[in-house]
């Protein structure tokens, strides 16, 4: 899987690179959760959804090598392709706007549910989501509805868009209620930026973009 990893690191680079993107950390923070979820966990037909929606370079590498459209168009880095995020196959849902992802994967689990259809809904978040109050809601409603297909899933790399979790919202009291509050739910330590050292836990690679030194120095280190 290692070898894998970094195959998909390099991608994720050229891509953004080739789009001249952000949100590179929070791309290759998730990364390796993304492998155990596509590559081990996921039996067919059931559901993922990406909430995560800043690490969408990672997913788009991933959707990629499984098959979902050729890597020479992936959406991520082709301006001019035929395909907004809704439309990309393999993803379900849009959801630019963060902590709209587990509403979502929680209906989506009733319903299933109230089919008696067996197949699970995974859904990975952003520890920035957790500053959302619609992720609280969702939570009560999967308890109340014993949502036990539901499996929920917190990139927690202790960075956000402006600065550390803890210095904007200390999330503490969060990870103990959704703990106690989802039926399956897992808090995942990761690091910003993991792969590349001068990315590696820094907040303004949430934002920055690769010139073609960077790129290489990074590339070099994955090789």
């Known amino acids: ?12 680079l050229i891509n953004s690179f080739i789009a001249n993107a952000c949100h590179l950390g929070s791309a290759l ?12 966990k996921l039996k067919k037909n059931d559901i993922f959804l990406f909430s995560k929606a800043s690490g969408a370079a990672a997913l788009y590498v991933i959707l990629a090598d499984k098959g979902y459209f050729p890597k020479e168009k992936i959406p991520y880095c082709l ?29 989506i689990a009733l319903g299933k549910k109230l089919k008696n259809e067996k197949e699970k809904v995974y859904v990975l978040l952003s520890d920035g989501e957790l500053n959302e109050g619609s992720t609280y809601e969702a939570a009560l409603f999967a308890r109340q509805h014993k949502l036990n ?4 899933m917190v990139d927690s790399n202790r960075i956000q868009a402006c600065g550390k979790t803890k210095n904007i919202l200390d999330l503490t009291t969060a990870y ?26 820094k907040v303004e690679w949430h934002y920055k973009n690769l010139t073609k030194e960077l790129l290489e120095q990074a590339l070099k280190e994955n090789e």
């Open 1 to 12: 899987m290692q070898k894998l990893i970094k195959q998909l690191r390099k991608e994720i």
């Open 29 to 40: 923070s998730c990364l390796e959760t993304l492998v155990d979820i596509f590559y081990k």
């Open 79 to 107: 301006k001019n392709y035929p395909l907004t995020s809704k439309q990309v196959p393999g993803v379900i849902h849009s959801v630019g706007s963060i902590g709209h992802g587990l509403s979502v994967a929680a209906g």
């Open 149 to 152: 297909n539901l499996f929920v």
């Open 176 to 201: 103990n209620f959704l703990s106690h509050t989802l039926p399956n739910f897992q808090s995942i330590h990761t690091i910003k930026g993991k792969g590349v050292s001068f990315m590696e836990n």
